[in-house]
């Protein structure tokens, strides 16, 4: 867990900070070129040529837009791969399937996808894979047995016991009743992320919180922003709303810090600094959390890259070096897992842009 706080450290030192924080894993030691493997059996390099599609949960996401388009594009280019990002505009647990299917035909060579429901997918990334394709899963994972690595952001105890700190010291000694504003229903990292928070709220440090509350505002804004009204109409005593996807933390925002809650009611999250800044500094949110996006992408980019070309095979163990962030072994169940999630505040919020 990043215990770092803005405030006293300058820009760049927190910058720096940023980078170790969600570099996690990665060794310390310079990275090798681009495209060479960590030293182990199979292939050298990244082939050039690969076509690697990334599938959001949902296009026209800040946080997708910054995984996939910052981050998974740049990695691409290195290895000089053909990139595109496909994908629904609603994040509903079947809306992937088609994608996949189309993906498979084009003869896509990686397929890098957000899972919005760890089962409804797995028929057709299976079929993927029959025909040649590597599945990479990032942010949020599939069935183990359907893809053949999973790029994890952070591991989910890190994230609840982040978010249970936040929401924690927002609220105060006395504690209180506490609701959770979710995504989608059947989301494989956020059903992960709540069951680890309920594990955490158990802890006796914890037990002047009591859990009242999950609501599902499907990473869509007006419907997360409608389900926060409710959680506060049905819940007079409520002092605090966890929010653990971006859409939504940010929809409450909003709706918090124009009603008659804000400061009363606090909110904390995981959430991206652009679409957080104004609530952090109107005083709505005091501390949000979130890891590195462009980072996920890149590291789920190379990982791909790396199957591809048969320099690994997604067992755990596997070494190889992504670019820029340098080397990275599997785990277990074939996951990668990018560091720790990083805390933002007033103090440190305008040293990021993404
Ligand atoms: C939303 C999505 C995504 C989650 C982030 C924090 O963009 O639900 O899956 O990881 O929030």
């Given at each position: 867990?990043?215990?770092?706080?803005?405030?006293?450290?300058a820009?760049?030192?927190?910058?720096?900070?940023?980078?170790?924080?969600?570099?996690?894993?990665?060794?310390?030691?310079?990275?090798?070129?681009?495209?060479?493997?960590?030293?182990?059996?199979?292939?050298?390099?990244?082939?050039?040529?690969?076509?690697?599609?990334?599938?959001?949960?949902?296009?026209?996401?800040?946080?997708?837009?910054?995984?996939?388009?910052?981050?998974?594009?740049?990695?691409?280019?290195?290895?000089?791969?053909?990139?595109?990002?496909?994908?629904?505009?609603e994040?509903?647990?079947?809306?992937?399937?088609?994608?996949?299917?189309?993906?498979?035909?084009?003869?896509?060579?990686?397929?890098?996808?957000?899972a919005?429901?760890?089962?409804?997918?797995?028929?057709?990334?299976?079929?993927?894979?029959?025909?040649?394709?590597?599945?990479?899963?990032?942010?949020?994972?599939?069935?183990p047995?359907?893809?053949?690595?999973?790029?994890?952001?952070?591991s989910?105890?890190?994230?609840?016991?982040?978010?249970?700190?936040?929401?924690?010291?927002?609220?105060?000694p006395?504690?209180?009743?506490?609701?959770?504003?979710?995504?989608?229903a059947?989301?494989?990292?956020?059903?992960?992320?709540?069951?680890?928070m309920?594990?955490?709220?158990?802890?006796?440090e914890?037990?002047?919180?009591?859990?009242?509350?999950?609501?599902?505002?499907?990473?869509?804004?007006?419907?997360?922003?409608?389900?926060?009204?409710?959680?506060?109409?049905?819940?007079?005593n409520?002092?605090?709303?966890?929010?653990?996807?971006?859409?939504?933390?940010?929809?409450?925002?909003?709706y918090?810090?124009?009603?008659?809650y804000?400061?009363?009611?606090?909110?904390?999250?995981?959430?991206?600094?652009?679409?957080?800044?104004?609530?952090?500094?109107?005083?709505?949110?005091?501390?949000?959390?979130?890891?590195?996006?462009?980072?996920?992408?890149?590291?789920?980019?190379?990982?791909g890259?790396?199957?591809?070309?048969?320099?690994?095979?997604?067992?755990?163990?596997?070494?190889?070096?992504?670019?820029?962030?340098?080397e990275?072994?599997?785990?277990?169940?074939?996951?990668?897992?990018?560091?720790?999630?990083?805390?933002f505040?007033?103090?440190?919020?305008?040293?990021?842009?993404?």
């Open positions: 867990m990043s215990r770092i706080r803005g405030g006293r450290a820009a760049l030192a927190m910058l720096t900070a940023f980078t170790l924080a969600v570099s996690g894993c990665a060794s310390q030691e310079p990275a090798a070129p681009t495209g060479q493997p960590a030293a182990s059996g199979g292939a050298q390099t990244i082939k050039e040529g690969l076509k690697i599609a990334f599938l959001p949960k949902q296009v026209n996401n800040p946080y997708f837009d910054a995984s996939d388009n910052k981050g998974g594009k740049v990695a691409v280019e290195e290895f000089k791969g053909v990139y595109s990002q496909t994908g629904p505009s994040a509903s647990p079947s809306a992937q399937v088609s994608y996949i299917n189309t993906l498979s035909q084009q003869g896509t060579d990686v397929i890098v996808v957000s919005n429901d760890k089962d409804a997918i797995c028929g057709a990334l299976q079929e993927a894979r029959t025909a040649g394709a590597k599945v990479v899963t990032y942010d949020s994972d599939t069935n047995s359907c893809r053949d690595a999973f790029i994890n952001q952070a989910a105890e890190g994230i609840a016991a982040s978010q249970i700190k936040l929401i924690s010291e927002a609220v105060g006395d504690g209180g009743e506490i609701a959770i504003l979710s995504a989608t059947n989301a494989t990292n956020q059903n992960a992320w709540i069951e680890m309920k594990t955490e709220l158990a802890k006796p914890n037990a002047k919180l009591k859990l009242v509350d999950t609501v599902y505002g499907d990473d869509d804004d007006q419907k997360s922003f409608q389900e926060t009204q409710g959680l506060l109409a049905k819940h007079p409520l002092k605090g709303i966890i929010s653990p996807t971006t859409v939504g933390v940010a929809a409450a925002a909003r918090l810090s124009t009603s008659e804000k400061g009363k009611v606090q909110l904390t999250g995981l959430g991206t600094p652009n679409q957080m800044r104004e609530y952090v500094k109107n005083d709505t949110v005091k501390s949000f959390a979130l890891w590195n996006p462009s980072d996920l992408g890149y590291l789920a980019a190379y990982t890259g790396a199957l591809a070309s048969g320099m690994i095979t997604g067992k755990e163990g596997d070494k190889f070096t992504a670019g820029k962030l340098g990275y072994t599997v785990g277990k169940d074939g996951t990668v897992l990018l560091g720790d999630p990083f805390e505040t007033k103090d440190n919020i305008d040293d990021f842009d993404f």
